[in-house]
């Protein structure tokens, strides 16, 4: 004889739990990466006694600045990354939550 309280409980079926895709969008260009890409520029340049142009230079000597190395931000060049990145995502795919770091004080806008 089942009790009152055995009827009342309900074992659901077991169903295949849905299968979720997750994108990570890892790394975008850093001011870190444009500044080491000015030095390779300006040293590749002394091979050839090529003058280096003044943006090369201005970026190149920002490497003397140790405290920036450290947790270097997400250049202009890597914003657009990112921005494209998302925008490509969301208009390819149906999601259900999006997420974003607040590394380096990136604002996605």
């Known amino acids: 004889?089942?009790?009152?309280?055995?009827?009342?409980?309900?074992?659901?079926?077991?169903?295949?739990?849905?299968?979720k895709t997750?994108?990570?969008?890892?790394h975008a260009e850093s001011?870190?990466?444009?500044?080491?890409g000015s030095l390779g520029r300006i040293v590749?340049?002394?091979t050839s006694l090529t003058r280096p142009n003044k943006s090369d230079l201005v970026a190149s000597m920002e490497l003397?600045?140790?405290q920036a190395q450290i947790d270097s931000d997400v250049s202009e060049v890597g914003r657009r990354?990112?921005?494209n990145s998302v925008l490509n995502l969301v208009q390819s795919f149906?999601?259900?939550?999006?997420?974003?770091g607040r590394r380096n004080n990136f604002v996605f806008k």
């Open 64 to 66: 003397l600045n140790v």
């Open 31 to 36: 001011d870190e990466n444009r500044r080491l």
């Open 44 to 46: 590749q340049g002394c």
């Open 81 to 83: 990354q990112v921005s």
């Open 94 to 100: 149906t999601y259900s939550l999006l997420l974003f």
């Open 1 to 19: 004889m089942a009790s009152d309280l055995d009827e009342a409980v309900a074992i659901p079926e077991m169903t295949t739990p849905a299968l």
């Open 22 to 26: 997750i994108y990570l969008i890892r």
